[in-house]
């Protein structure tokens, strides 16, 4: 079945480092894939979208690109703050728009 | 607009009690979803409906889990008997019919002592 695979946390950053997280998925077809966040406190919320491969999904100064030859979608910002800090989930949905999340990875940001 | 509303917030139960969690998704949005999330671990899906029809509920496991969507608007995700390894958030979220971006509710934290 399909499945995601992200990097293990938790990751300690200090203020304008660059983040990367790794996301790599299993599919039988050619999914949409999405990287979700959970800020303290709050619900899960859409951060970004590629629906089809070389797609560069982009939002807040995260990005990421569908890698089709990789199975990839990682994660990306050029300088984070502290209000980034937050469990991030690589998901990916095929036809049925059910989506499969990755374990999440946990991010935190120091002055 | 309103986001996809989910009570109660915190519920802490004994092992074979019962305990029922509610969700009022977004107005408009046909298809619902329930999720447990584990400590840990990513969302796992238990339920999708798609206005008062069950959509898939494979993932549910259905000797003590049950739900259901009375007229196509608020839902309810019932446990009875819970088990300890129930404890975590359950997670509601809706969206428009063929739309990949789901509308999460805050979750409900379940703990079975």
């Known amino acids: 079945g399909d499945s995601v695979t992200q990097m293990e946390g938790p990751v300690t950053l200090s203020e304008e480092a660059f983040l990367t997280i790794n996301c790599t998925y299993t599919a039988t077809g050619y999914p949409s894939l999405f990287w979700y966040v959970q800020y303290p406190g709050e619900g899960l919320q859409l951060l970004l979208k590629a629906t089809k491969a070389d797609d560069k999904g982009s939002n807040k100064g995260f990005e990421a690109t569908y890698r089709k030859e990789t199975t990839s979608f990682h994660l990306e910002k050029g300088s984070v703050q502290v209000s980034d800090s937050a469990v991030y989930f690589c998901?990916?949905?095929?036809?049925?728009?059910?989506?499969?999340f990755g374990a999440g990875t946990t991010v935190t940001v120091r002055a | 607009e309103a986001g996809v509303a989910q009570s109660p917030r915190y519920k802490i139960i004994e092992k074979r009690q019962s305990v029922a969690f509610w969700c009022n998704p977004i107005s408009g949005h046909a298809t619902l979803y329930w999720y447990q999330q584990i400590l840990g671990q990513g969302p796992k899906l238990l339920i999708q409906?798609?206005?008062?029809?069950?959509?898939?509920d494979s993932q549910l496991p259905k000797d003590r889990f049950s739900a259901e969507r009375l007229k196509g608007v608020d839902s309810t995700l019932k446990i009875q008997p819970a088990k300890l390894e129930d404890s975590a958030v359950y997670l509601c979220?809706?969206?428009?019919?063929?739309?990949?971006?789901?509308?999460f509710g805050p979750g409900t934290r379940l703990t079975v002592t």
């Open positions: 409906f798609q206005n008062n029809g069950v959509v898939d």
């Open positions: 979220a809706s969206n428009r019919v063929r739309s990949y971006e789901q509308y």
């Open positions: 998901a990916l949905s095929d036809d049925d728009y059910k989506l499969s």
